[in-house]
């Protein structure tokens, strides 16, 4: 039998030798190890442990708190993503129109980029502080019987609300650059035809920019899924009563805090599983309508 | 931090010069801030007082930092000397066996004289074995005491109460003076744990947990949820201030005088002495008269240390001379008047009231005389496994209460039913 065989050479392999060298160590390696975690009941120490099947999976989806959890983390990716990617775009493409001082607009609105996530967790705990907060006492004054320590729905508004703000200049950058991207005569000629600027953005500016959208949509639920444990961790530490810990939240209390890492590996393994399906279905799906 | 670096490594070279290379020891710790200031003193000071040992403490952050960063030093066979635990992580550290050398084997074996006598009996079954055999060092021992803004009382004509009798009586007129009556920092641990030990009310079974890891959760009973089923009637009508789980939200209400008394810890002491802008005078931890007779001690809070195993004889040597330096009265009394924390053994507490430090600042006193109250069967402590997750639950039950979201009887079930669920994961865990 004869094969026909390319000739390969092995430099491109030695090119991305690199990077698979990176994902084997920090991402593979961990990530195997977590599902082996997942099997055992094993002391924090090491001292002695036992392969258990999938008990560890068992306690953790028969427990109400990691229900609660992740039908929050659900709630809050969504409602974190959409809400922060269409004030982003609505503020870029005000941006972009204007004409006198638009490098200070744009500056201003790109400064939050620079803001760690805990460190918004922190301004947004003081603002919401009940003793001395601003938007606290706001609030109240309107009327609103505005309470996050004690009233759940409030909880979630004020880490929403922080995380929305982190975020926006992220998008914001993104948009800015995408609308610059779109060709001035593809705008102009799209002005002679139509004269109504919303219509024009639906049907010439907004289909140009669906691949920034779809990009920033996959960016923005990772984002509320991981990124913004440092903001709970701050501002809520998941309270009240659990109604604000995300999965990451809880896979860091159980196995840091509590030092369980059967457990807290079990949770971490089903939350690799629900970020996958997501991510086959965000690209599956929704990336199909993306002309690029 | 690199300053520091730099000194530690010019002390060592200096040491080097002189001595022949002084053996080095580790220790991790979880005092930052002003306490950790107060840890360095105690470490230069040991060093200065010998030539054969070189301590190097080390701050790994919080409580719950320092515990991982031990647990990940242990398992990559990178251990430091010393670990500073808290106590709900006791268990994860003592039932993990071989992990750490029990101090008083090691300090027997170096011919450290011990005698758990010699320690003061709030501290001294705390970070015992059941046969009484000490595992863990007491280091920063406190106990909840209640903090109370005079000028508020006298406003109202109240007298501090010493049970919750008294304070219900009290609440009303603290109430019509313009105050929230009460505020408290730590519900598990001021509200649950030492309100079994203040009534002498068994907290698990097992002997609290002691006697094995096969042990159930007794918090389900009437006099503690009558308790809260009081504390949330208390808030309802304005008399109970609820500022979330936080520590300080609810010493911030104190402080800007919104909250007439507040349950802290006797380490908080020190702080609000600087932050508070008003007389303050500390008292003990309330009681229901109508539950049991007498008021029992409090457990301790705060932590230990503990001797990681798995080091030289030498080294160990050394571990054993800084537990007897640290022990001494006067390292104690040092320890007691710059934090608050309670001195740990009787001689320091003696040296303390011999040099008239309780004169000075009676209020001082509070914590100890607390710690020294009569015992029952039930005040040594508790020795339970995943207590920290077990206080994640009922941090999040106590929310719920407060909220409204779920009555008391249904937050107790909730409590008992997970704890129980965790004991039991614990104790398959560890058992073999």
Known sequence: MKRVQFEHSAVPYLFVAPQILIISIFFLWPAAQAVYQSFLLEDAFGMSSQFVWFRNFEDVLSSSSWTRSAVFTVVFSVLVAVISITLSLFLAVRADEVIRGAKSYRTMLMWGYAIAPPVAGLLGNMMFNPLMGDLYKAFNSFGFEFNHIQNANDATFVVILIAVWKQVSVNFIFFLSGLQGIPKSVQEAATLDCKSAERRFWTITFPLLAPTTFFLLVINLTYAFFETFGIIDVSTKGSPGGATATLVYKVYVDGFIGADLGGSSAQSVLLMIMVSVLTVFQFRFIERKVHY | ?432
């Not at chain 2, 803004?149 to 219900?168: C, H, M, Q």
């Open chain 2, 1 to 432: 931090m690199f300053r520091k670096t730099l000194m530690a490594a010019a002390a060592v070279f200096a040491l080097g010069n002189t001595a022949q290379a002084a053996t080095e020891i580790t220790w991790w710790h979880a005092m930052d801030g002003a306490l950790g200031g107060v840890v360095d003193q105690i470490t230069a000071d040991f060093n200065a007082s010998q030539s054969e040992y070189h301590l190097v403490a080390v701050n790994k952050g919080g409580y719950e930092d320092t515990m991982t960063a031990g647990i990940a030093a242990f398992r990559a066979k990178n251990q430091p000397n010393i670990i500073q635990i808290f106590d709900a992580g006791a268990a994860t550290i003592i039932n993990a066996k071989g992990a750490v050398k029990p101090v008083q084997d090691l300090l027997e074996e170096n011919n450290v004289k011990f005698d758990i006598n010699d320690y003061i009996p709030g501290v001294r079954y705390f970070y015992a074995d059941s046969d009484g055999k000490m595992i863990g060092m007491p280091f920063n021992s406190s106990t909840p005491l209640l903090y109370y803004n005079k000028e508020a009382l006298a406003k109202a004509g109240v007298d501090v109460p010493k049970t919750w009798e008294e304070f219900e009586a009290a609440a009303p007129k603290l109430k019509e003076a313009g105050y929230t009556a009460l505020a408290q920092s730590h519900s598990p641990w001021i509200f649950f744990e030492n309100f079994m030990s203040r009534h002498n009310l068994q907290m698990a079974t097992a002997n609290n947990g002691y006697d094995s890891t096969d042990v159930k959760i007794l918090y389900n009973n009437d006099a503690l949820k009558d308790h809260w089923q009081h504390v949330k009637d208390w808030k309802d009508a304005g008399y109970y201030g609820y500022y979330g789980r936080a520590w300080g939200a609810n010493q911030d209400a104190f402080v800007q005088q919104q909250v007439a008394m507040w349950i802290g810890s006797s380490g908080s002491f020190g702080g609000l002495r600087k932050s508070a802008q008003f007389d303050f005078g500390t008292s003990t931890l309330p009681y229901w008269k109508g539950v049991g007779d007498a008021p029992k001690s409090t457990f301790i809070g705060g932590a230990s240390l503990f001797a990681f195993s798995g080091h030289s004889a030498e080294q160990d040597a050394g571990v054993a001379a800084f537990f007897q330096f640290l022990t001494k009265p006067e390292t104690q009394y040092y320890w007691h008047k710059e934090t608050g924390y309670v001195p740990i053994t009787n001689a320091a507490y003696e040296l303390a009231k011999k040099d008239g430090y309780y004169k000075e600042s009676p209020d001082a006193e509070v914590g100890i005389l607390q710690l020294s109250e009569e015992g029952g069967e039930w005040t040594k402590g508790y020795r339970l496994g995943f207590y920290v997750q077990i206080r994640e639950v009922i941090y999040r039950e106590v929310d719920k209460i407060m909220n409204g979201e779920e009555t008391v009887d249904a937050a107790f079930n909730t409590i008992e039913e997970e704890a129980n669920g965790l004991l039991k994961r614990f104790n398959d865990t560890y058992s073999n």
